[in-house]
């Protein structure tokens, strides 16, 4: 019997239905995080009957044919691309992105990352890094005896210094866009790499070229909607039931066959 095949492949989905739910709830408070979404399709099916197939001498053809689906599988797990409401914090490099776009950031191999997690600091030296460490492309260093920084939503950051009432412009941020976002790999600690899929990065001023802009004292919130993913969760949970009813009846299908005298 193929049902016991076909419904584990259907508790098997609903699992990992769970488990990106599962993902999204644990990440309700994570700085710049979307919400993913599992994606599946249906597996190949066998053809008893093909549909088009001459029935008849007289040339009757089949109008639909005989055709058993053998389960599901997963097609993707694909990023719910949605601005997250904005939280004030207050803090000098707190920069929320109003719009597309990702931080560039420098992993220890050399190679770029990209970010929406605003939450920067500055190492002993003063260079501008995330909350892993990671240098800030283009690497800004913020003298020790700044007074306070401003930065405006084009990613300009100014400092004011004793004794100065004009600021100086210490850098420019930038910022990061790609044809296809949900493309990108993600690595943890709110980090993505380019790919193939995603396209490559297309660098430019904050504000410019479709490029969102930047908001200082604010951070970005997840995206997650947990009304929508408690919904999600029972109607999972649901499924994940009635495909174990179906291995259930199938045993008991064969548990008949066994019995008969």
């Known amino acids: 019997m193929k049902s016991l095949q076909i419904a584990a492949t259907g508790m098997s989905a609903q699992q990992m239905r769970v488990d990106t739910i599962a993902n999204n709830l644990a990440n309700m408070s994570t700085t710049g995080y979307n919400a993913r979404r599992a994606e599946f399709a249906d597996l190949h099916y066998q053809q008893f009957a093909r549909a088009g197939t001459i029935n008849a001498a007289d040339g009757t053809v089949l109008p639909t044919g005989v055709q058993v689906g053998l389960g599901a599988r997963p097609a993707s797990i694909s990023m719910q691309i949605q601005q997250g409401s904005l939280v004030q914090t207050g803090g000098d490099l707190d920069l929320a992105i109003e719009g597309k776009g990702y931080l560039e950031v420098t992993l220890p191999d050399g190679q770029a990352a990209y970010t929406r997690d605003g939450g920067l600091k500055r190492t002993g030296d003063g260079l501008i890094v995330n909350s892993e460490g990671f240098e800030v492309?283009?690497?800004i260093v913020i003298p020790n005896d700044v007074r306070s920084l401003s930065i405006n939503a084009q990613g300009e950051i100014f400092g004011y210094f004793a004794g100065q009432v004009q600021p100086q412009l210490l850098g420019q941020l930038s910022l990061a866009n790609f044809t296809n976002e949900k493309g990108l790999e993600a690595i943890g600690s709110n980090l993505?790499?380019?790919?193939?899929?995603s396209g490559p990065a297309?660098?430019?001023?904050?504000g410019t070229d479709g490029l969102g802009t930047l908001r200082q004292g604010y951070l970005e919130e997840s995206s997650v909607d947990p009304v929508r993913e408690m919904t999600e969760l029972i109607k999972a949970q649901r499924g994940y039931e009635l495909n174990s009813k179906v291995i259930t009846a199938a045993d008991q299908m064969l548990s008949a066959t066994t019995q008969v005298r």
Do not use: H
């Not at 993505?192 to 899929?197: C, P």
């Not at 297309?202 to 904050?206: A, D, S, T």
């Open 192 to 197: 993505y790499l380019e790919t193939e899929a």
């Open 137 to 139: 492309v283009p690497g």
């Open 202 to 206: 297309l660098i430019g001023v904050p």
